[in-house]
């Protein structure tokens, strides 16, 4: 799957010269933890609620608060935004998004075509596809289980809940607890547990977990 297609769209951005208490009562308003920065259409930084909430100046602890409130108000985005930003393509694979998220600890990636801003890819966009995969809001058996990492195996453990007439909601793969096996997660309908137990225990190292759920 692609980042245009579960990108926000169209995107809510500021300008550079938005006073930075403006730019925080817009995102508080619209539920937003960070937002683009915009200039004649192009994109030149992005700032989030962590940035404009830790901006102040450096002597504000000698200042009153009328003194305070008055610089603040003078304070724009441009001088706390982030310049150098990090971004994406609309043709770019979800996990690679996924990928510059974690390496460089952010929460979002601006999404541009032909360098203009077209979308943003956020974090919580991530969550919501994770828990599509995993058939996290639909009832079903969830299973995890260590399986041998040998050619054809997770064919045989799926033809095995096929012909049982079980339906797949979910299935994902990750490493294992040795080189010699994979660890499988899964959900099915149409099944019990004690059923899909029975079927998948002749072609599983262990049963790590087996439950009825739907959150």
């Not at 956020?122 to 040998?150: C, H, N, S, W, Y």
Request: net charge negative; aromatic share 6%.
């Amino acid at each position: 799957m692609l980042v245009k297609k579960r990108m926000s769209s169209p995107v809510i951005t500021i300008e550079p010269n938005m006073p930075i208490m403006d730019a925080l009562d817009l995102m508080k308003n619209k539920g937003i933890r960070r937002t683009p920065v915009v200039k004649n259409g192009k994109l030149v930084g992005i700032i989030s609620d962590k940035d404009l909430l830790n901006a102040a100046p450096s002597d504000a602890t000698s200042l009153s608060v009328w003194e305070l409130n008055y610089l603040l108000a003078k304070i724009t985005v441009s001088e706390i935004m982030t310049k150098e930003v990090i971004t994406v393509t609309e043709d770019t694979p979800l996990e690679e998004a996924a990928y510059l998220m974690a390496v460089n600890k952010i929460g979002g990636l601006p999404v541009l075509a032909d360098g203009y801003l077209v979308g943003l890819i956020t974090e919580t966009d991530l969550f919501r596809i994770f828990l599509e995969l995993m058939g996290a809001q639909q009832e079903g058996v969830r299973v995890t289980a260590l399986v041998p990492d040998k050619l054809g195996e997770l064919d045989i453990l799926t033809h095995a809940i096929a012909e049982a007439r079980g339906e797949f909601l979910a299935f994902s793969q990750f490493a294992g607890d040795a080189s010699s096996n994979r660890t499988i997660t899964f959900k099915v309908r149409g099944l019990t547990e004690d059923q899909v137990r029975e079927k998948i225990e002749p072609y599983i190292e262990e049963l790590v977990d087996i439950r009825t759920c739907c959150y």
